[in-house]
Every structure is written in C-alpha cells, then in structure tokens.
C-alpha cells in the first residue's frame, strides 16, 4: 500500500517560483519511481517529471526541462518538484504519482502508475 500526500501549490504571476511537495507513505522497498503528472482544465493529464526513489535519476519533458526540478529527501520520504520561470500555460492540478514498471518507455504515461496523491492546484498569472 503506498500513500501520497501533495502540498505546496499555490498562486504566482509569471517569471515566479513554486516549490509543491508529495509525501510519500510505503512499507514496501524502494525500488520505485515517483512522477509528477499535470492535467490542465479540459485537458490530458500529462507527464512532468520523475525520480527514481534509490537512484535519484530524473527524466523531464519537454515542455519543463530546464525550468523545473524534480528531487527528493529520502529522510523525510518526499519528493519535490521545484518550478521555476512559470508560465502561464503551467497552470494545473498538478499530482504525484508512484509506480514500479521498469519499462522506461512507458513512464510518461499515466496508466502506468499505480498509486496517485490528491493533486495540487498552481495557478500563474500573466
């Protein structure tokens, strides 16, 4: 069983920084990854960021490389993703999500995730 608790979103205007958490509660090993998924008002959810939880590798789309960050602290079991330069095509409910699949192709899709927090709604203005 696997818990994800989101924090942290919030309103910014455009050029600014938002820092959401994502909690993470599981008893079973860390051989995991935890994304960060988006979906927009009538949109898709779609893919972010990831972290593997004992590597720390990340993967990013294309849209975020270079201006979000993901990361995570093993001792307090949470996982970051860090936005900076919002835009406001950023705006979304954002959600973490935990899966194990190792099949690294189909990590950018959300059927592929198991367990997902309650979302975090980010809101840039222009």
């Known amino acids: 069983q696997v818990q994800l608790v989101e924090s942290g979103g919030g309103l910014v205007q455009a050029g600014g920084s938002l820092r959401p958490s994502c909690a993470v509660s599981?008893?079973?090993?860390?051989?995991?990854?935890l994304g960060w998924f988006r979906q927009a008002n009538g949109q898709e959810r779609e893919f972010v960021g990831r972290i593997g939880w004992s590597t720390g590798i990340t993967s990013y789309a294309d849209s975020v490389r270079g201006r979000f960050t993901v990361s995570r602290d093993n001792a307090k079991n949470t996982v970051y993703l860090q936005m900076n330069s919002l835009k406001p095509e950023d705006t979304a409910v954002y959600y973490c999500?935990?899966?194990?699949?190792?099949?690294?192709?189909?990590?950018?899709?959300?059927?592929?995730?198991?367990?997902w927090g309650q979302g975090t709604q980010v809101t840039v203005s222009s």
């Open positions: 999500a935990h899966t194990r699949s190792t099949i690294l192709s189909g990590l950018t899709m959300p059927q592929n995730y198991d367990y």
């Open positions: 599981t008893r079973t090993s860390n051989a995991y990854r």
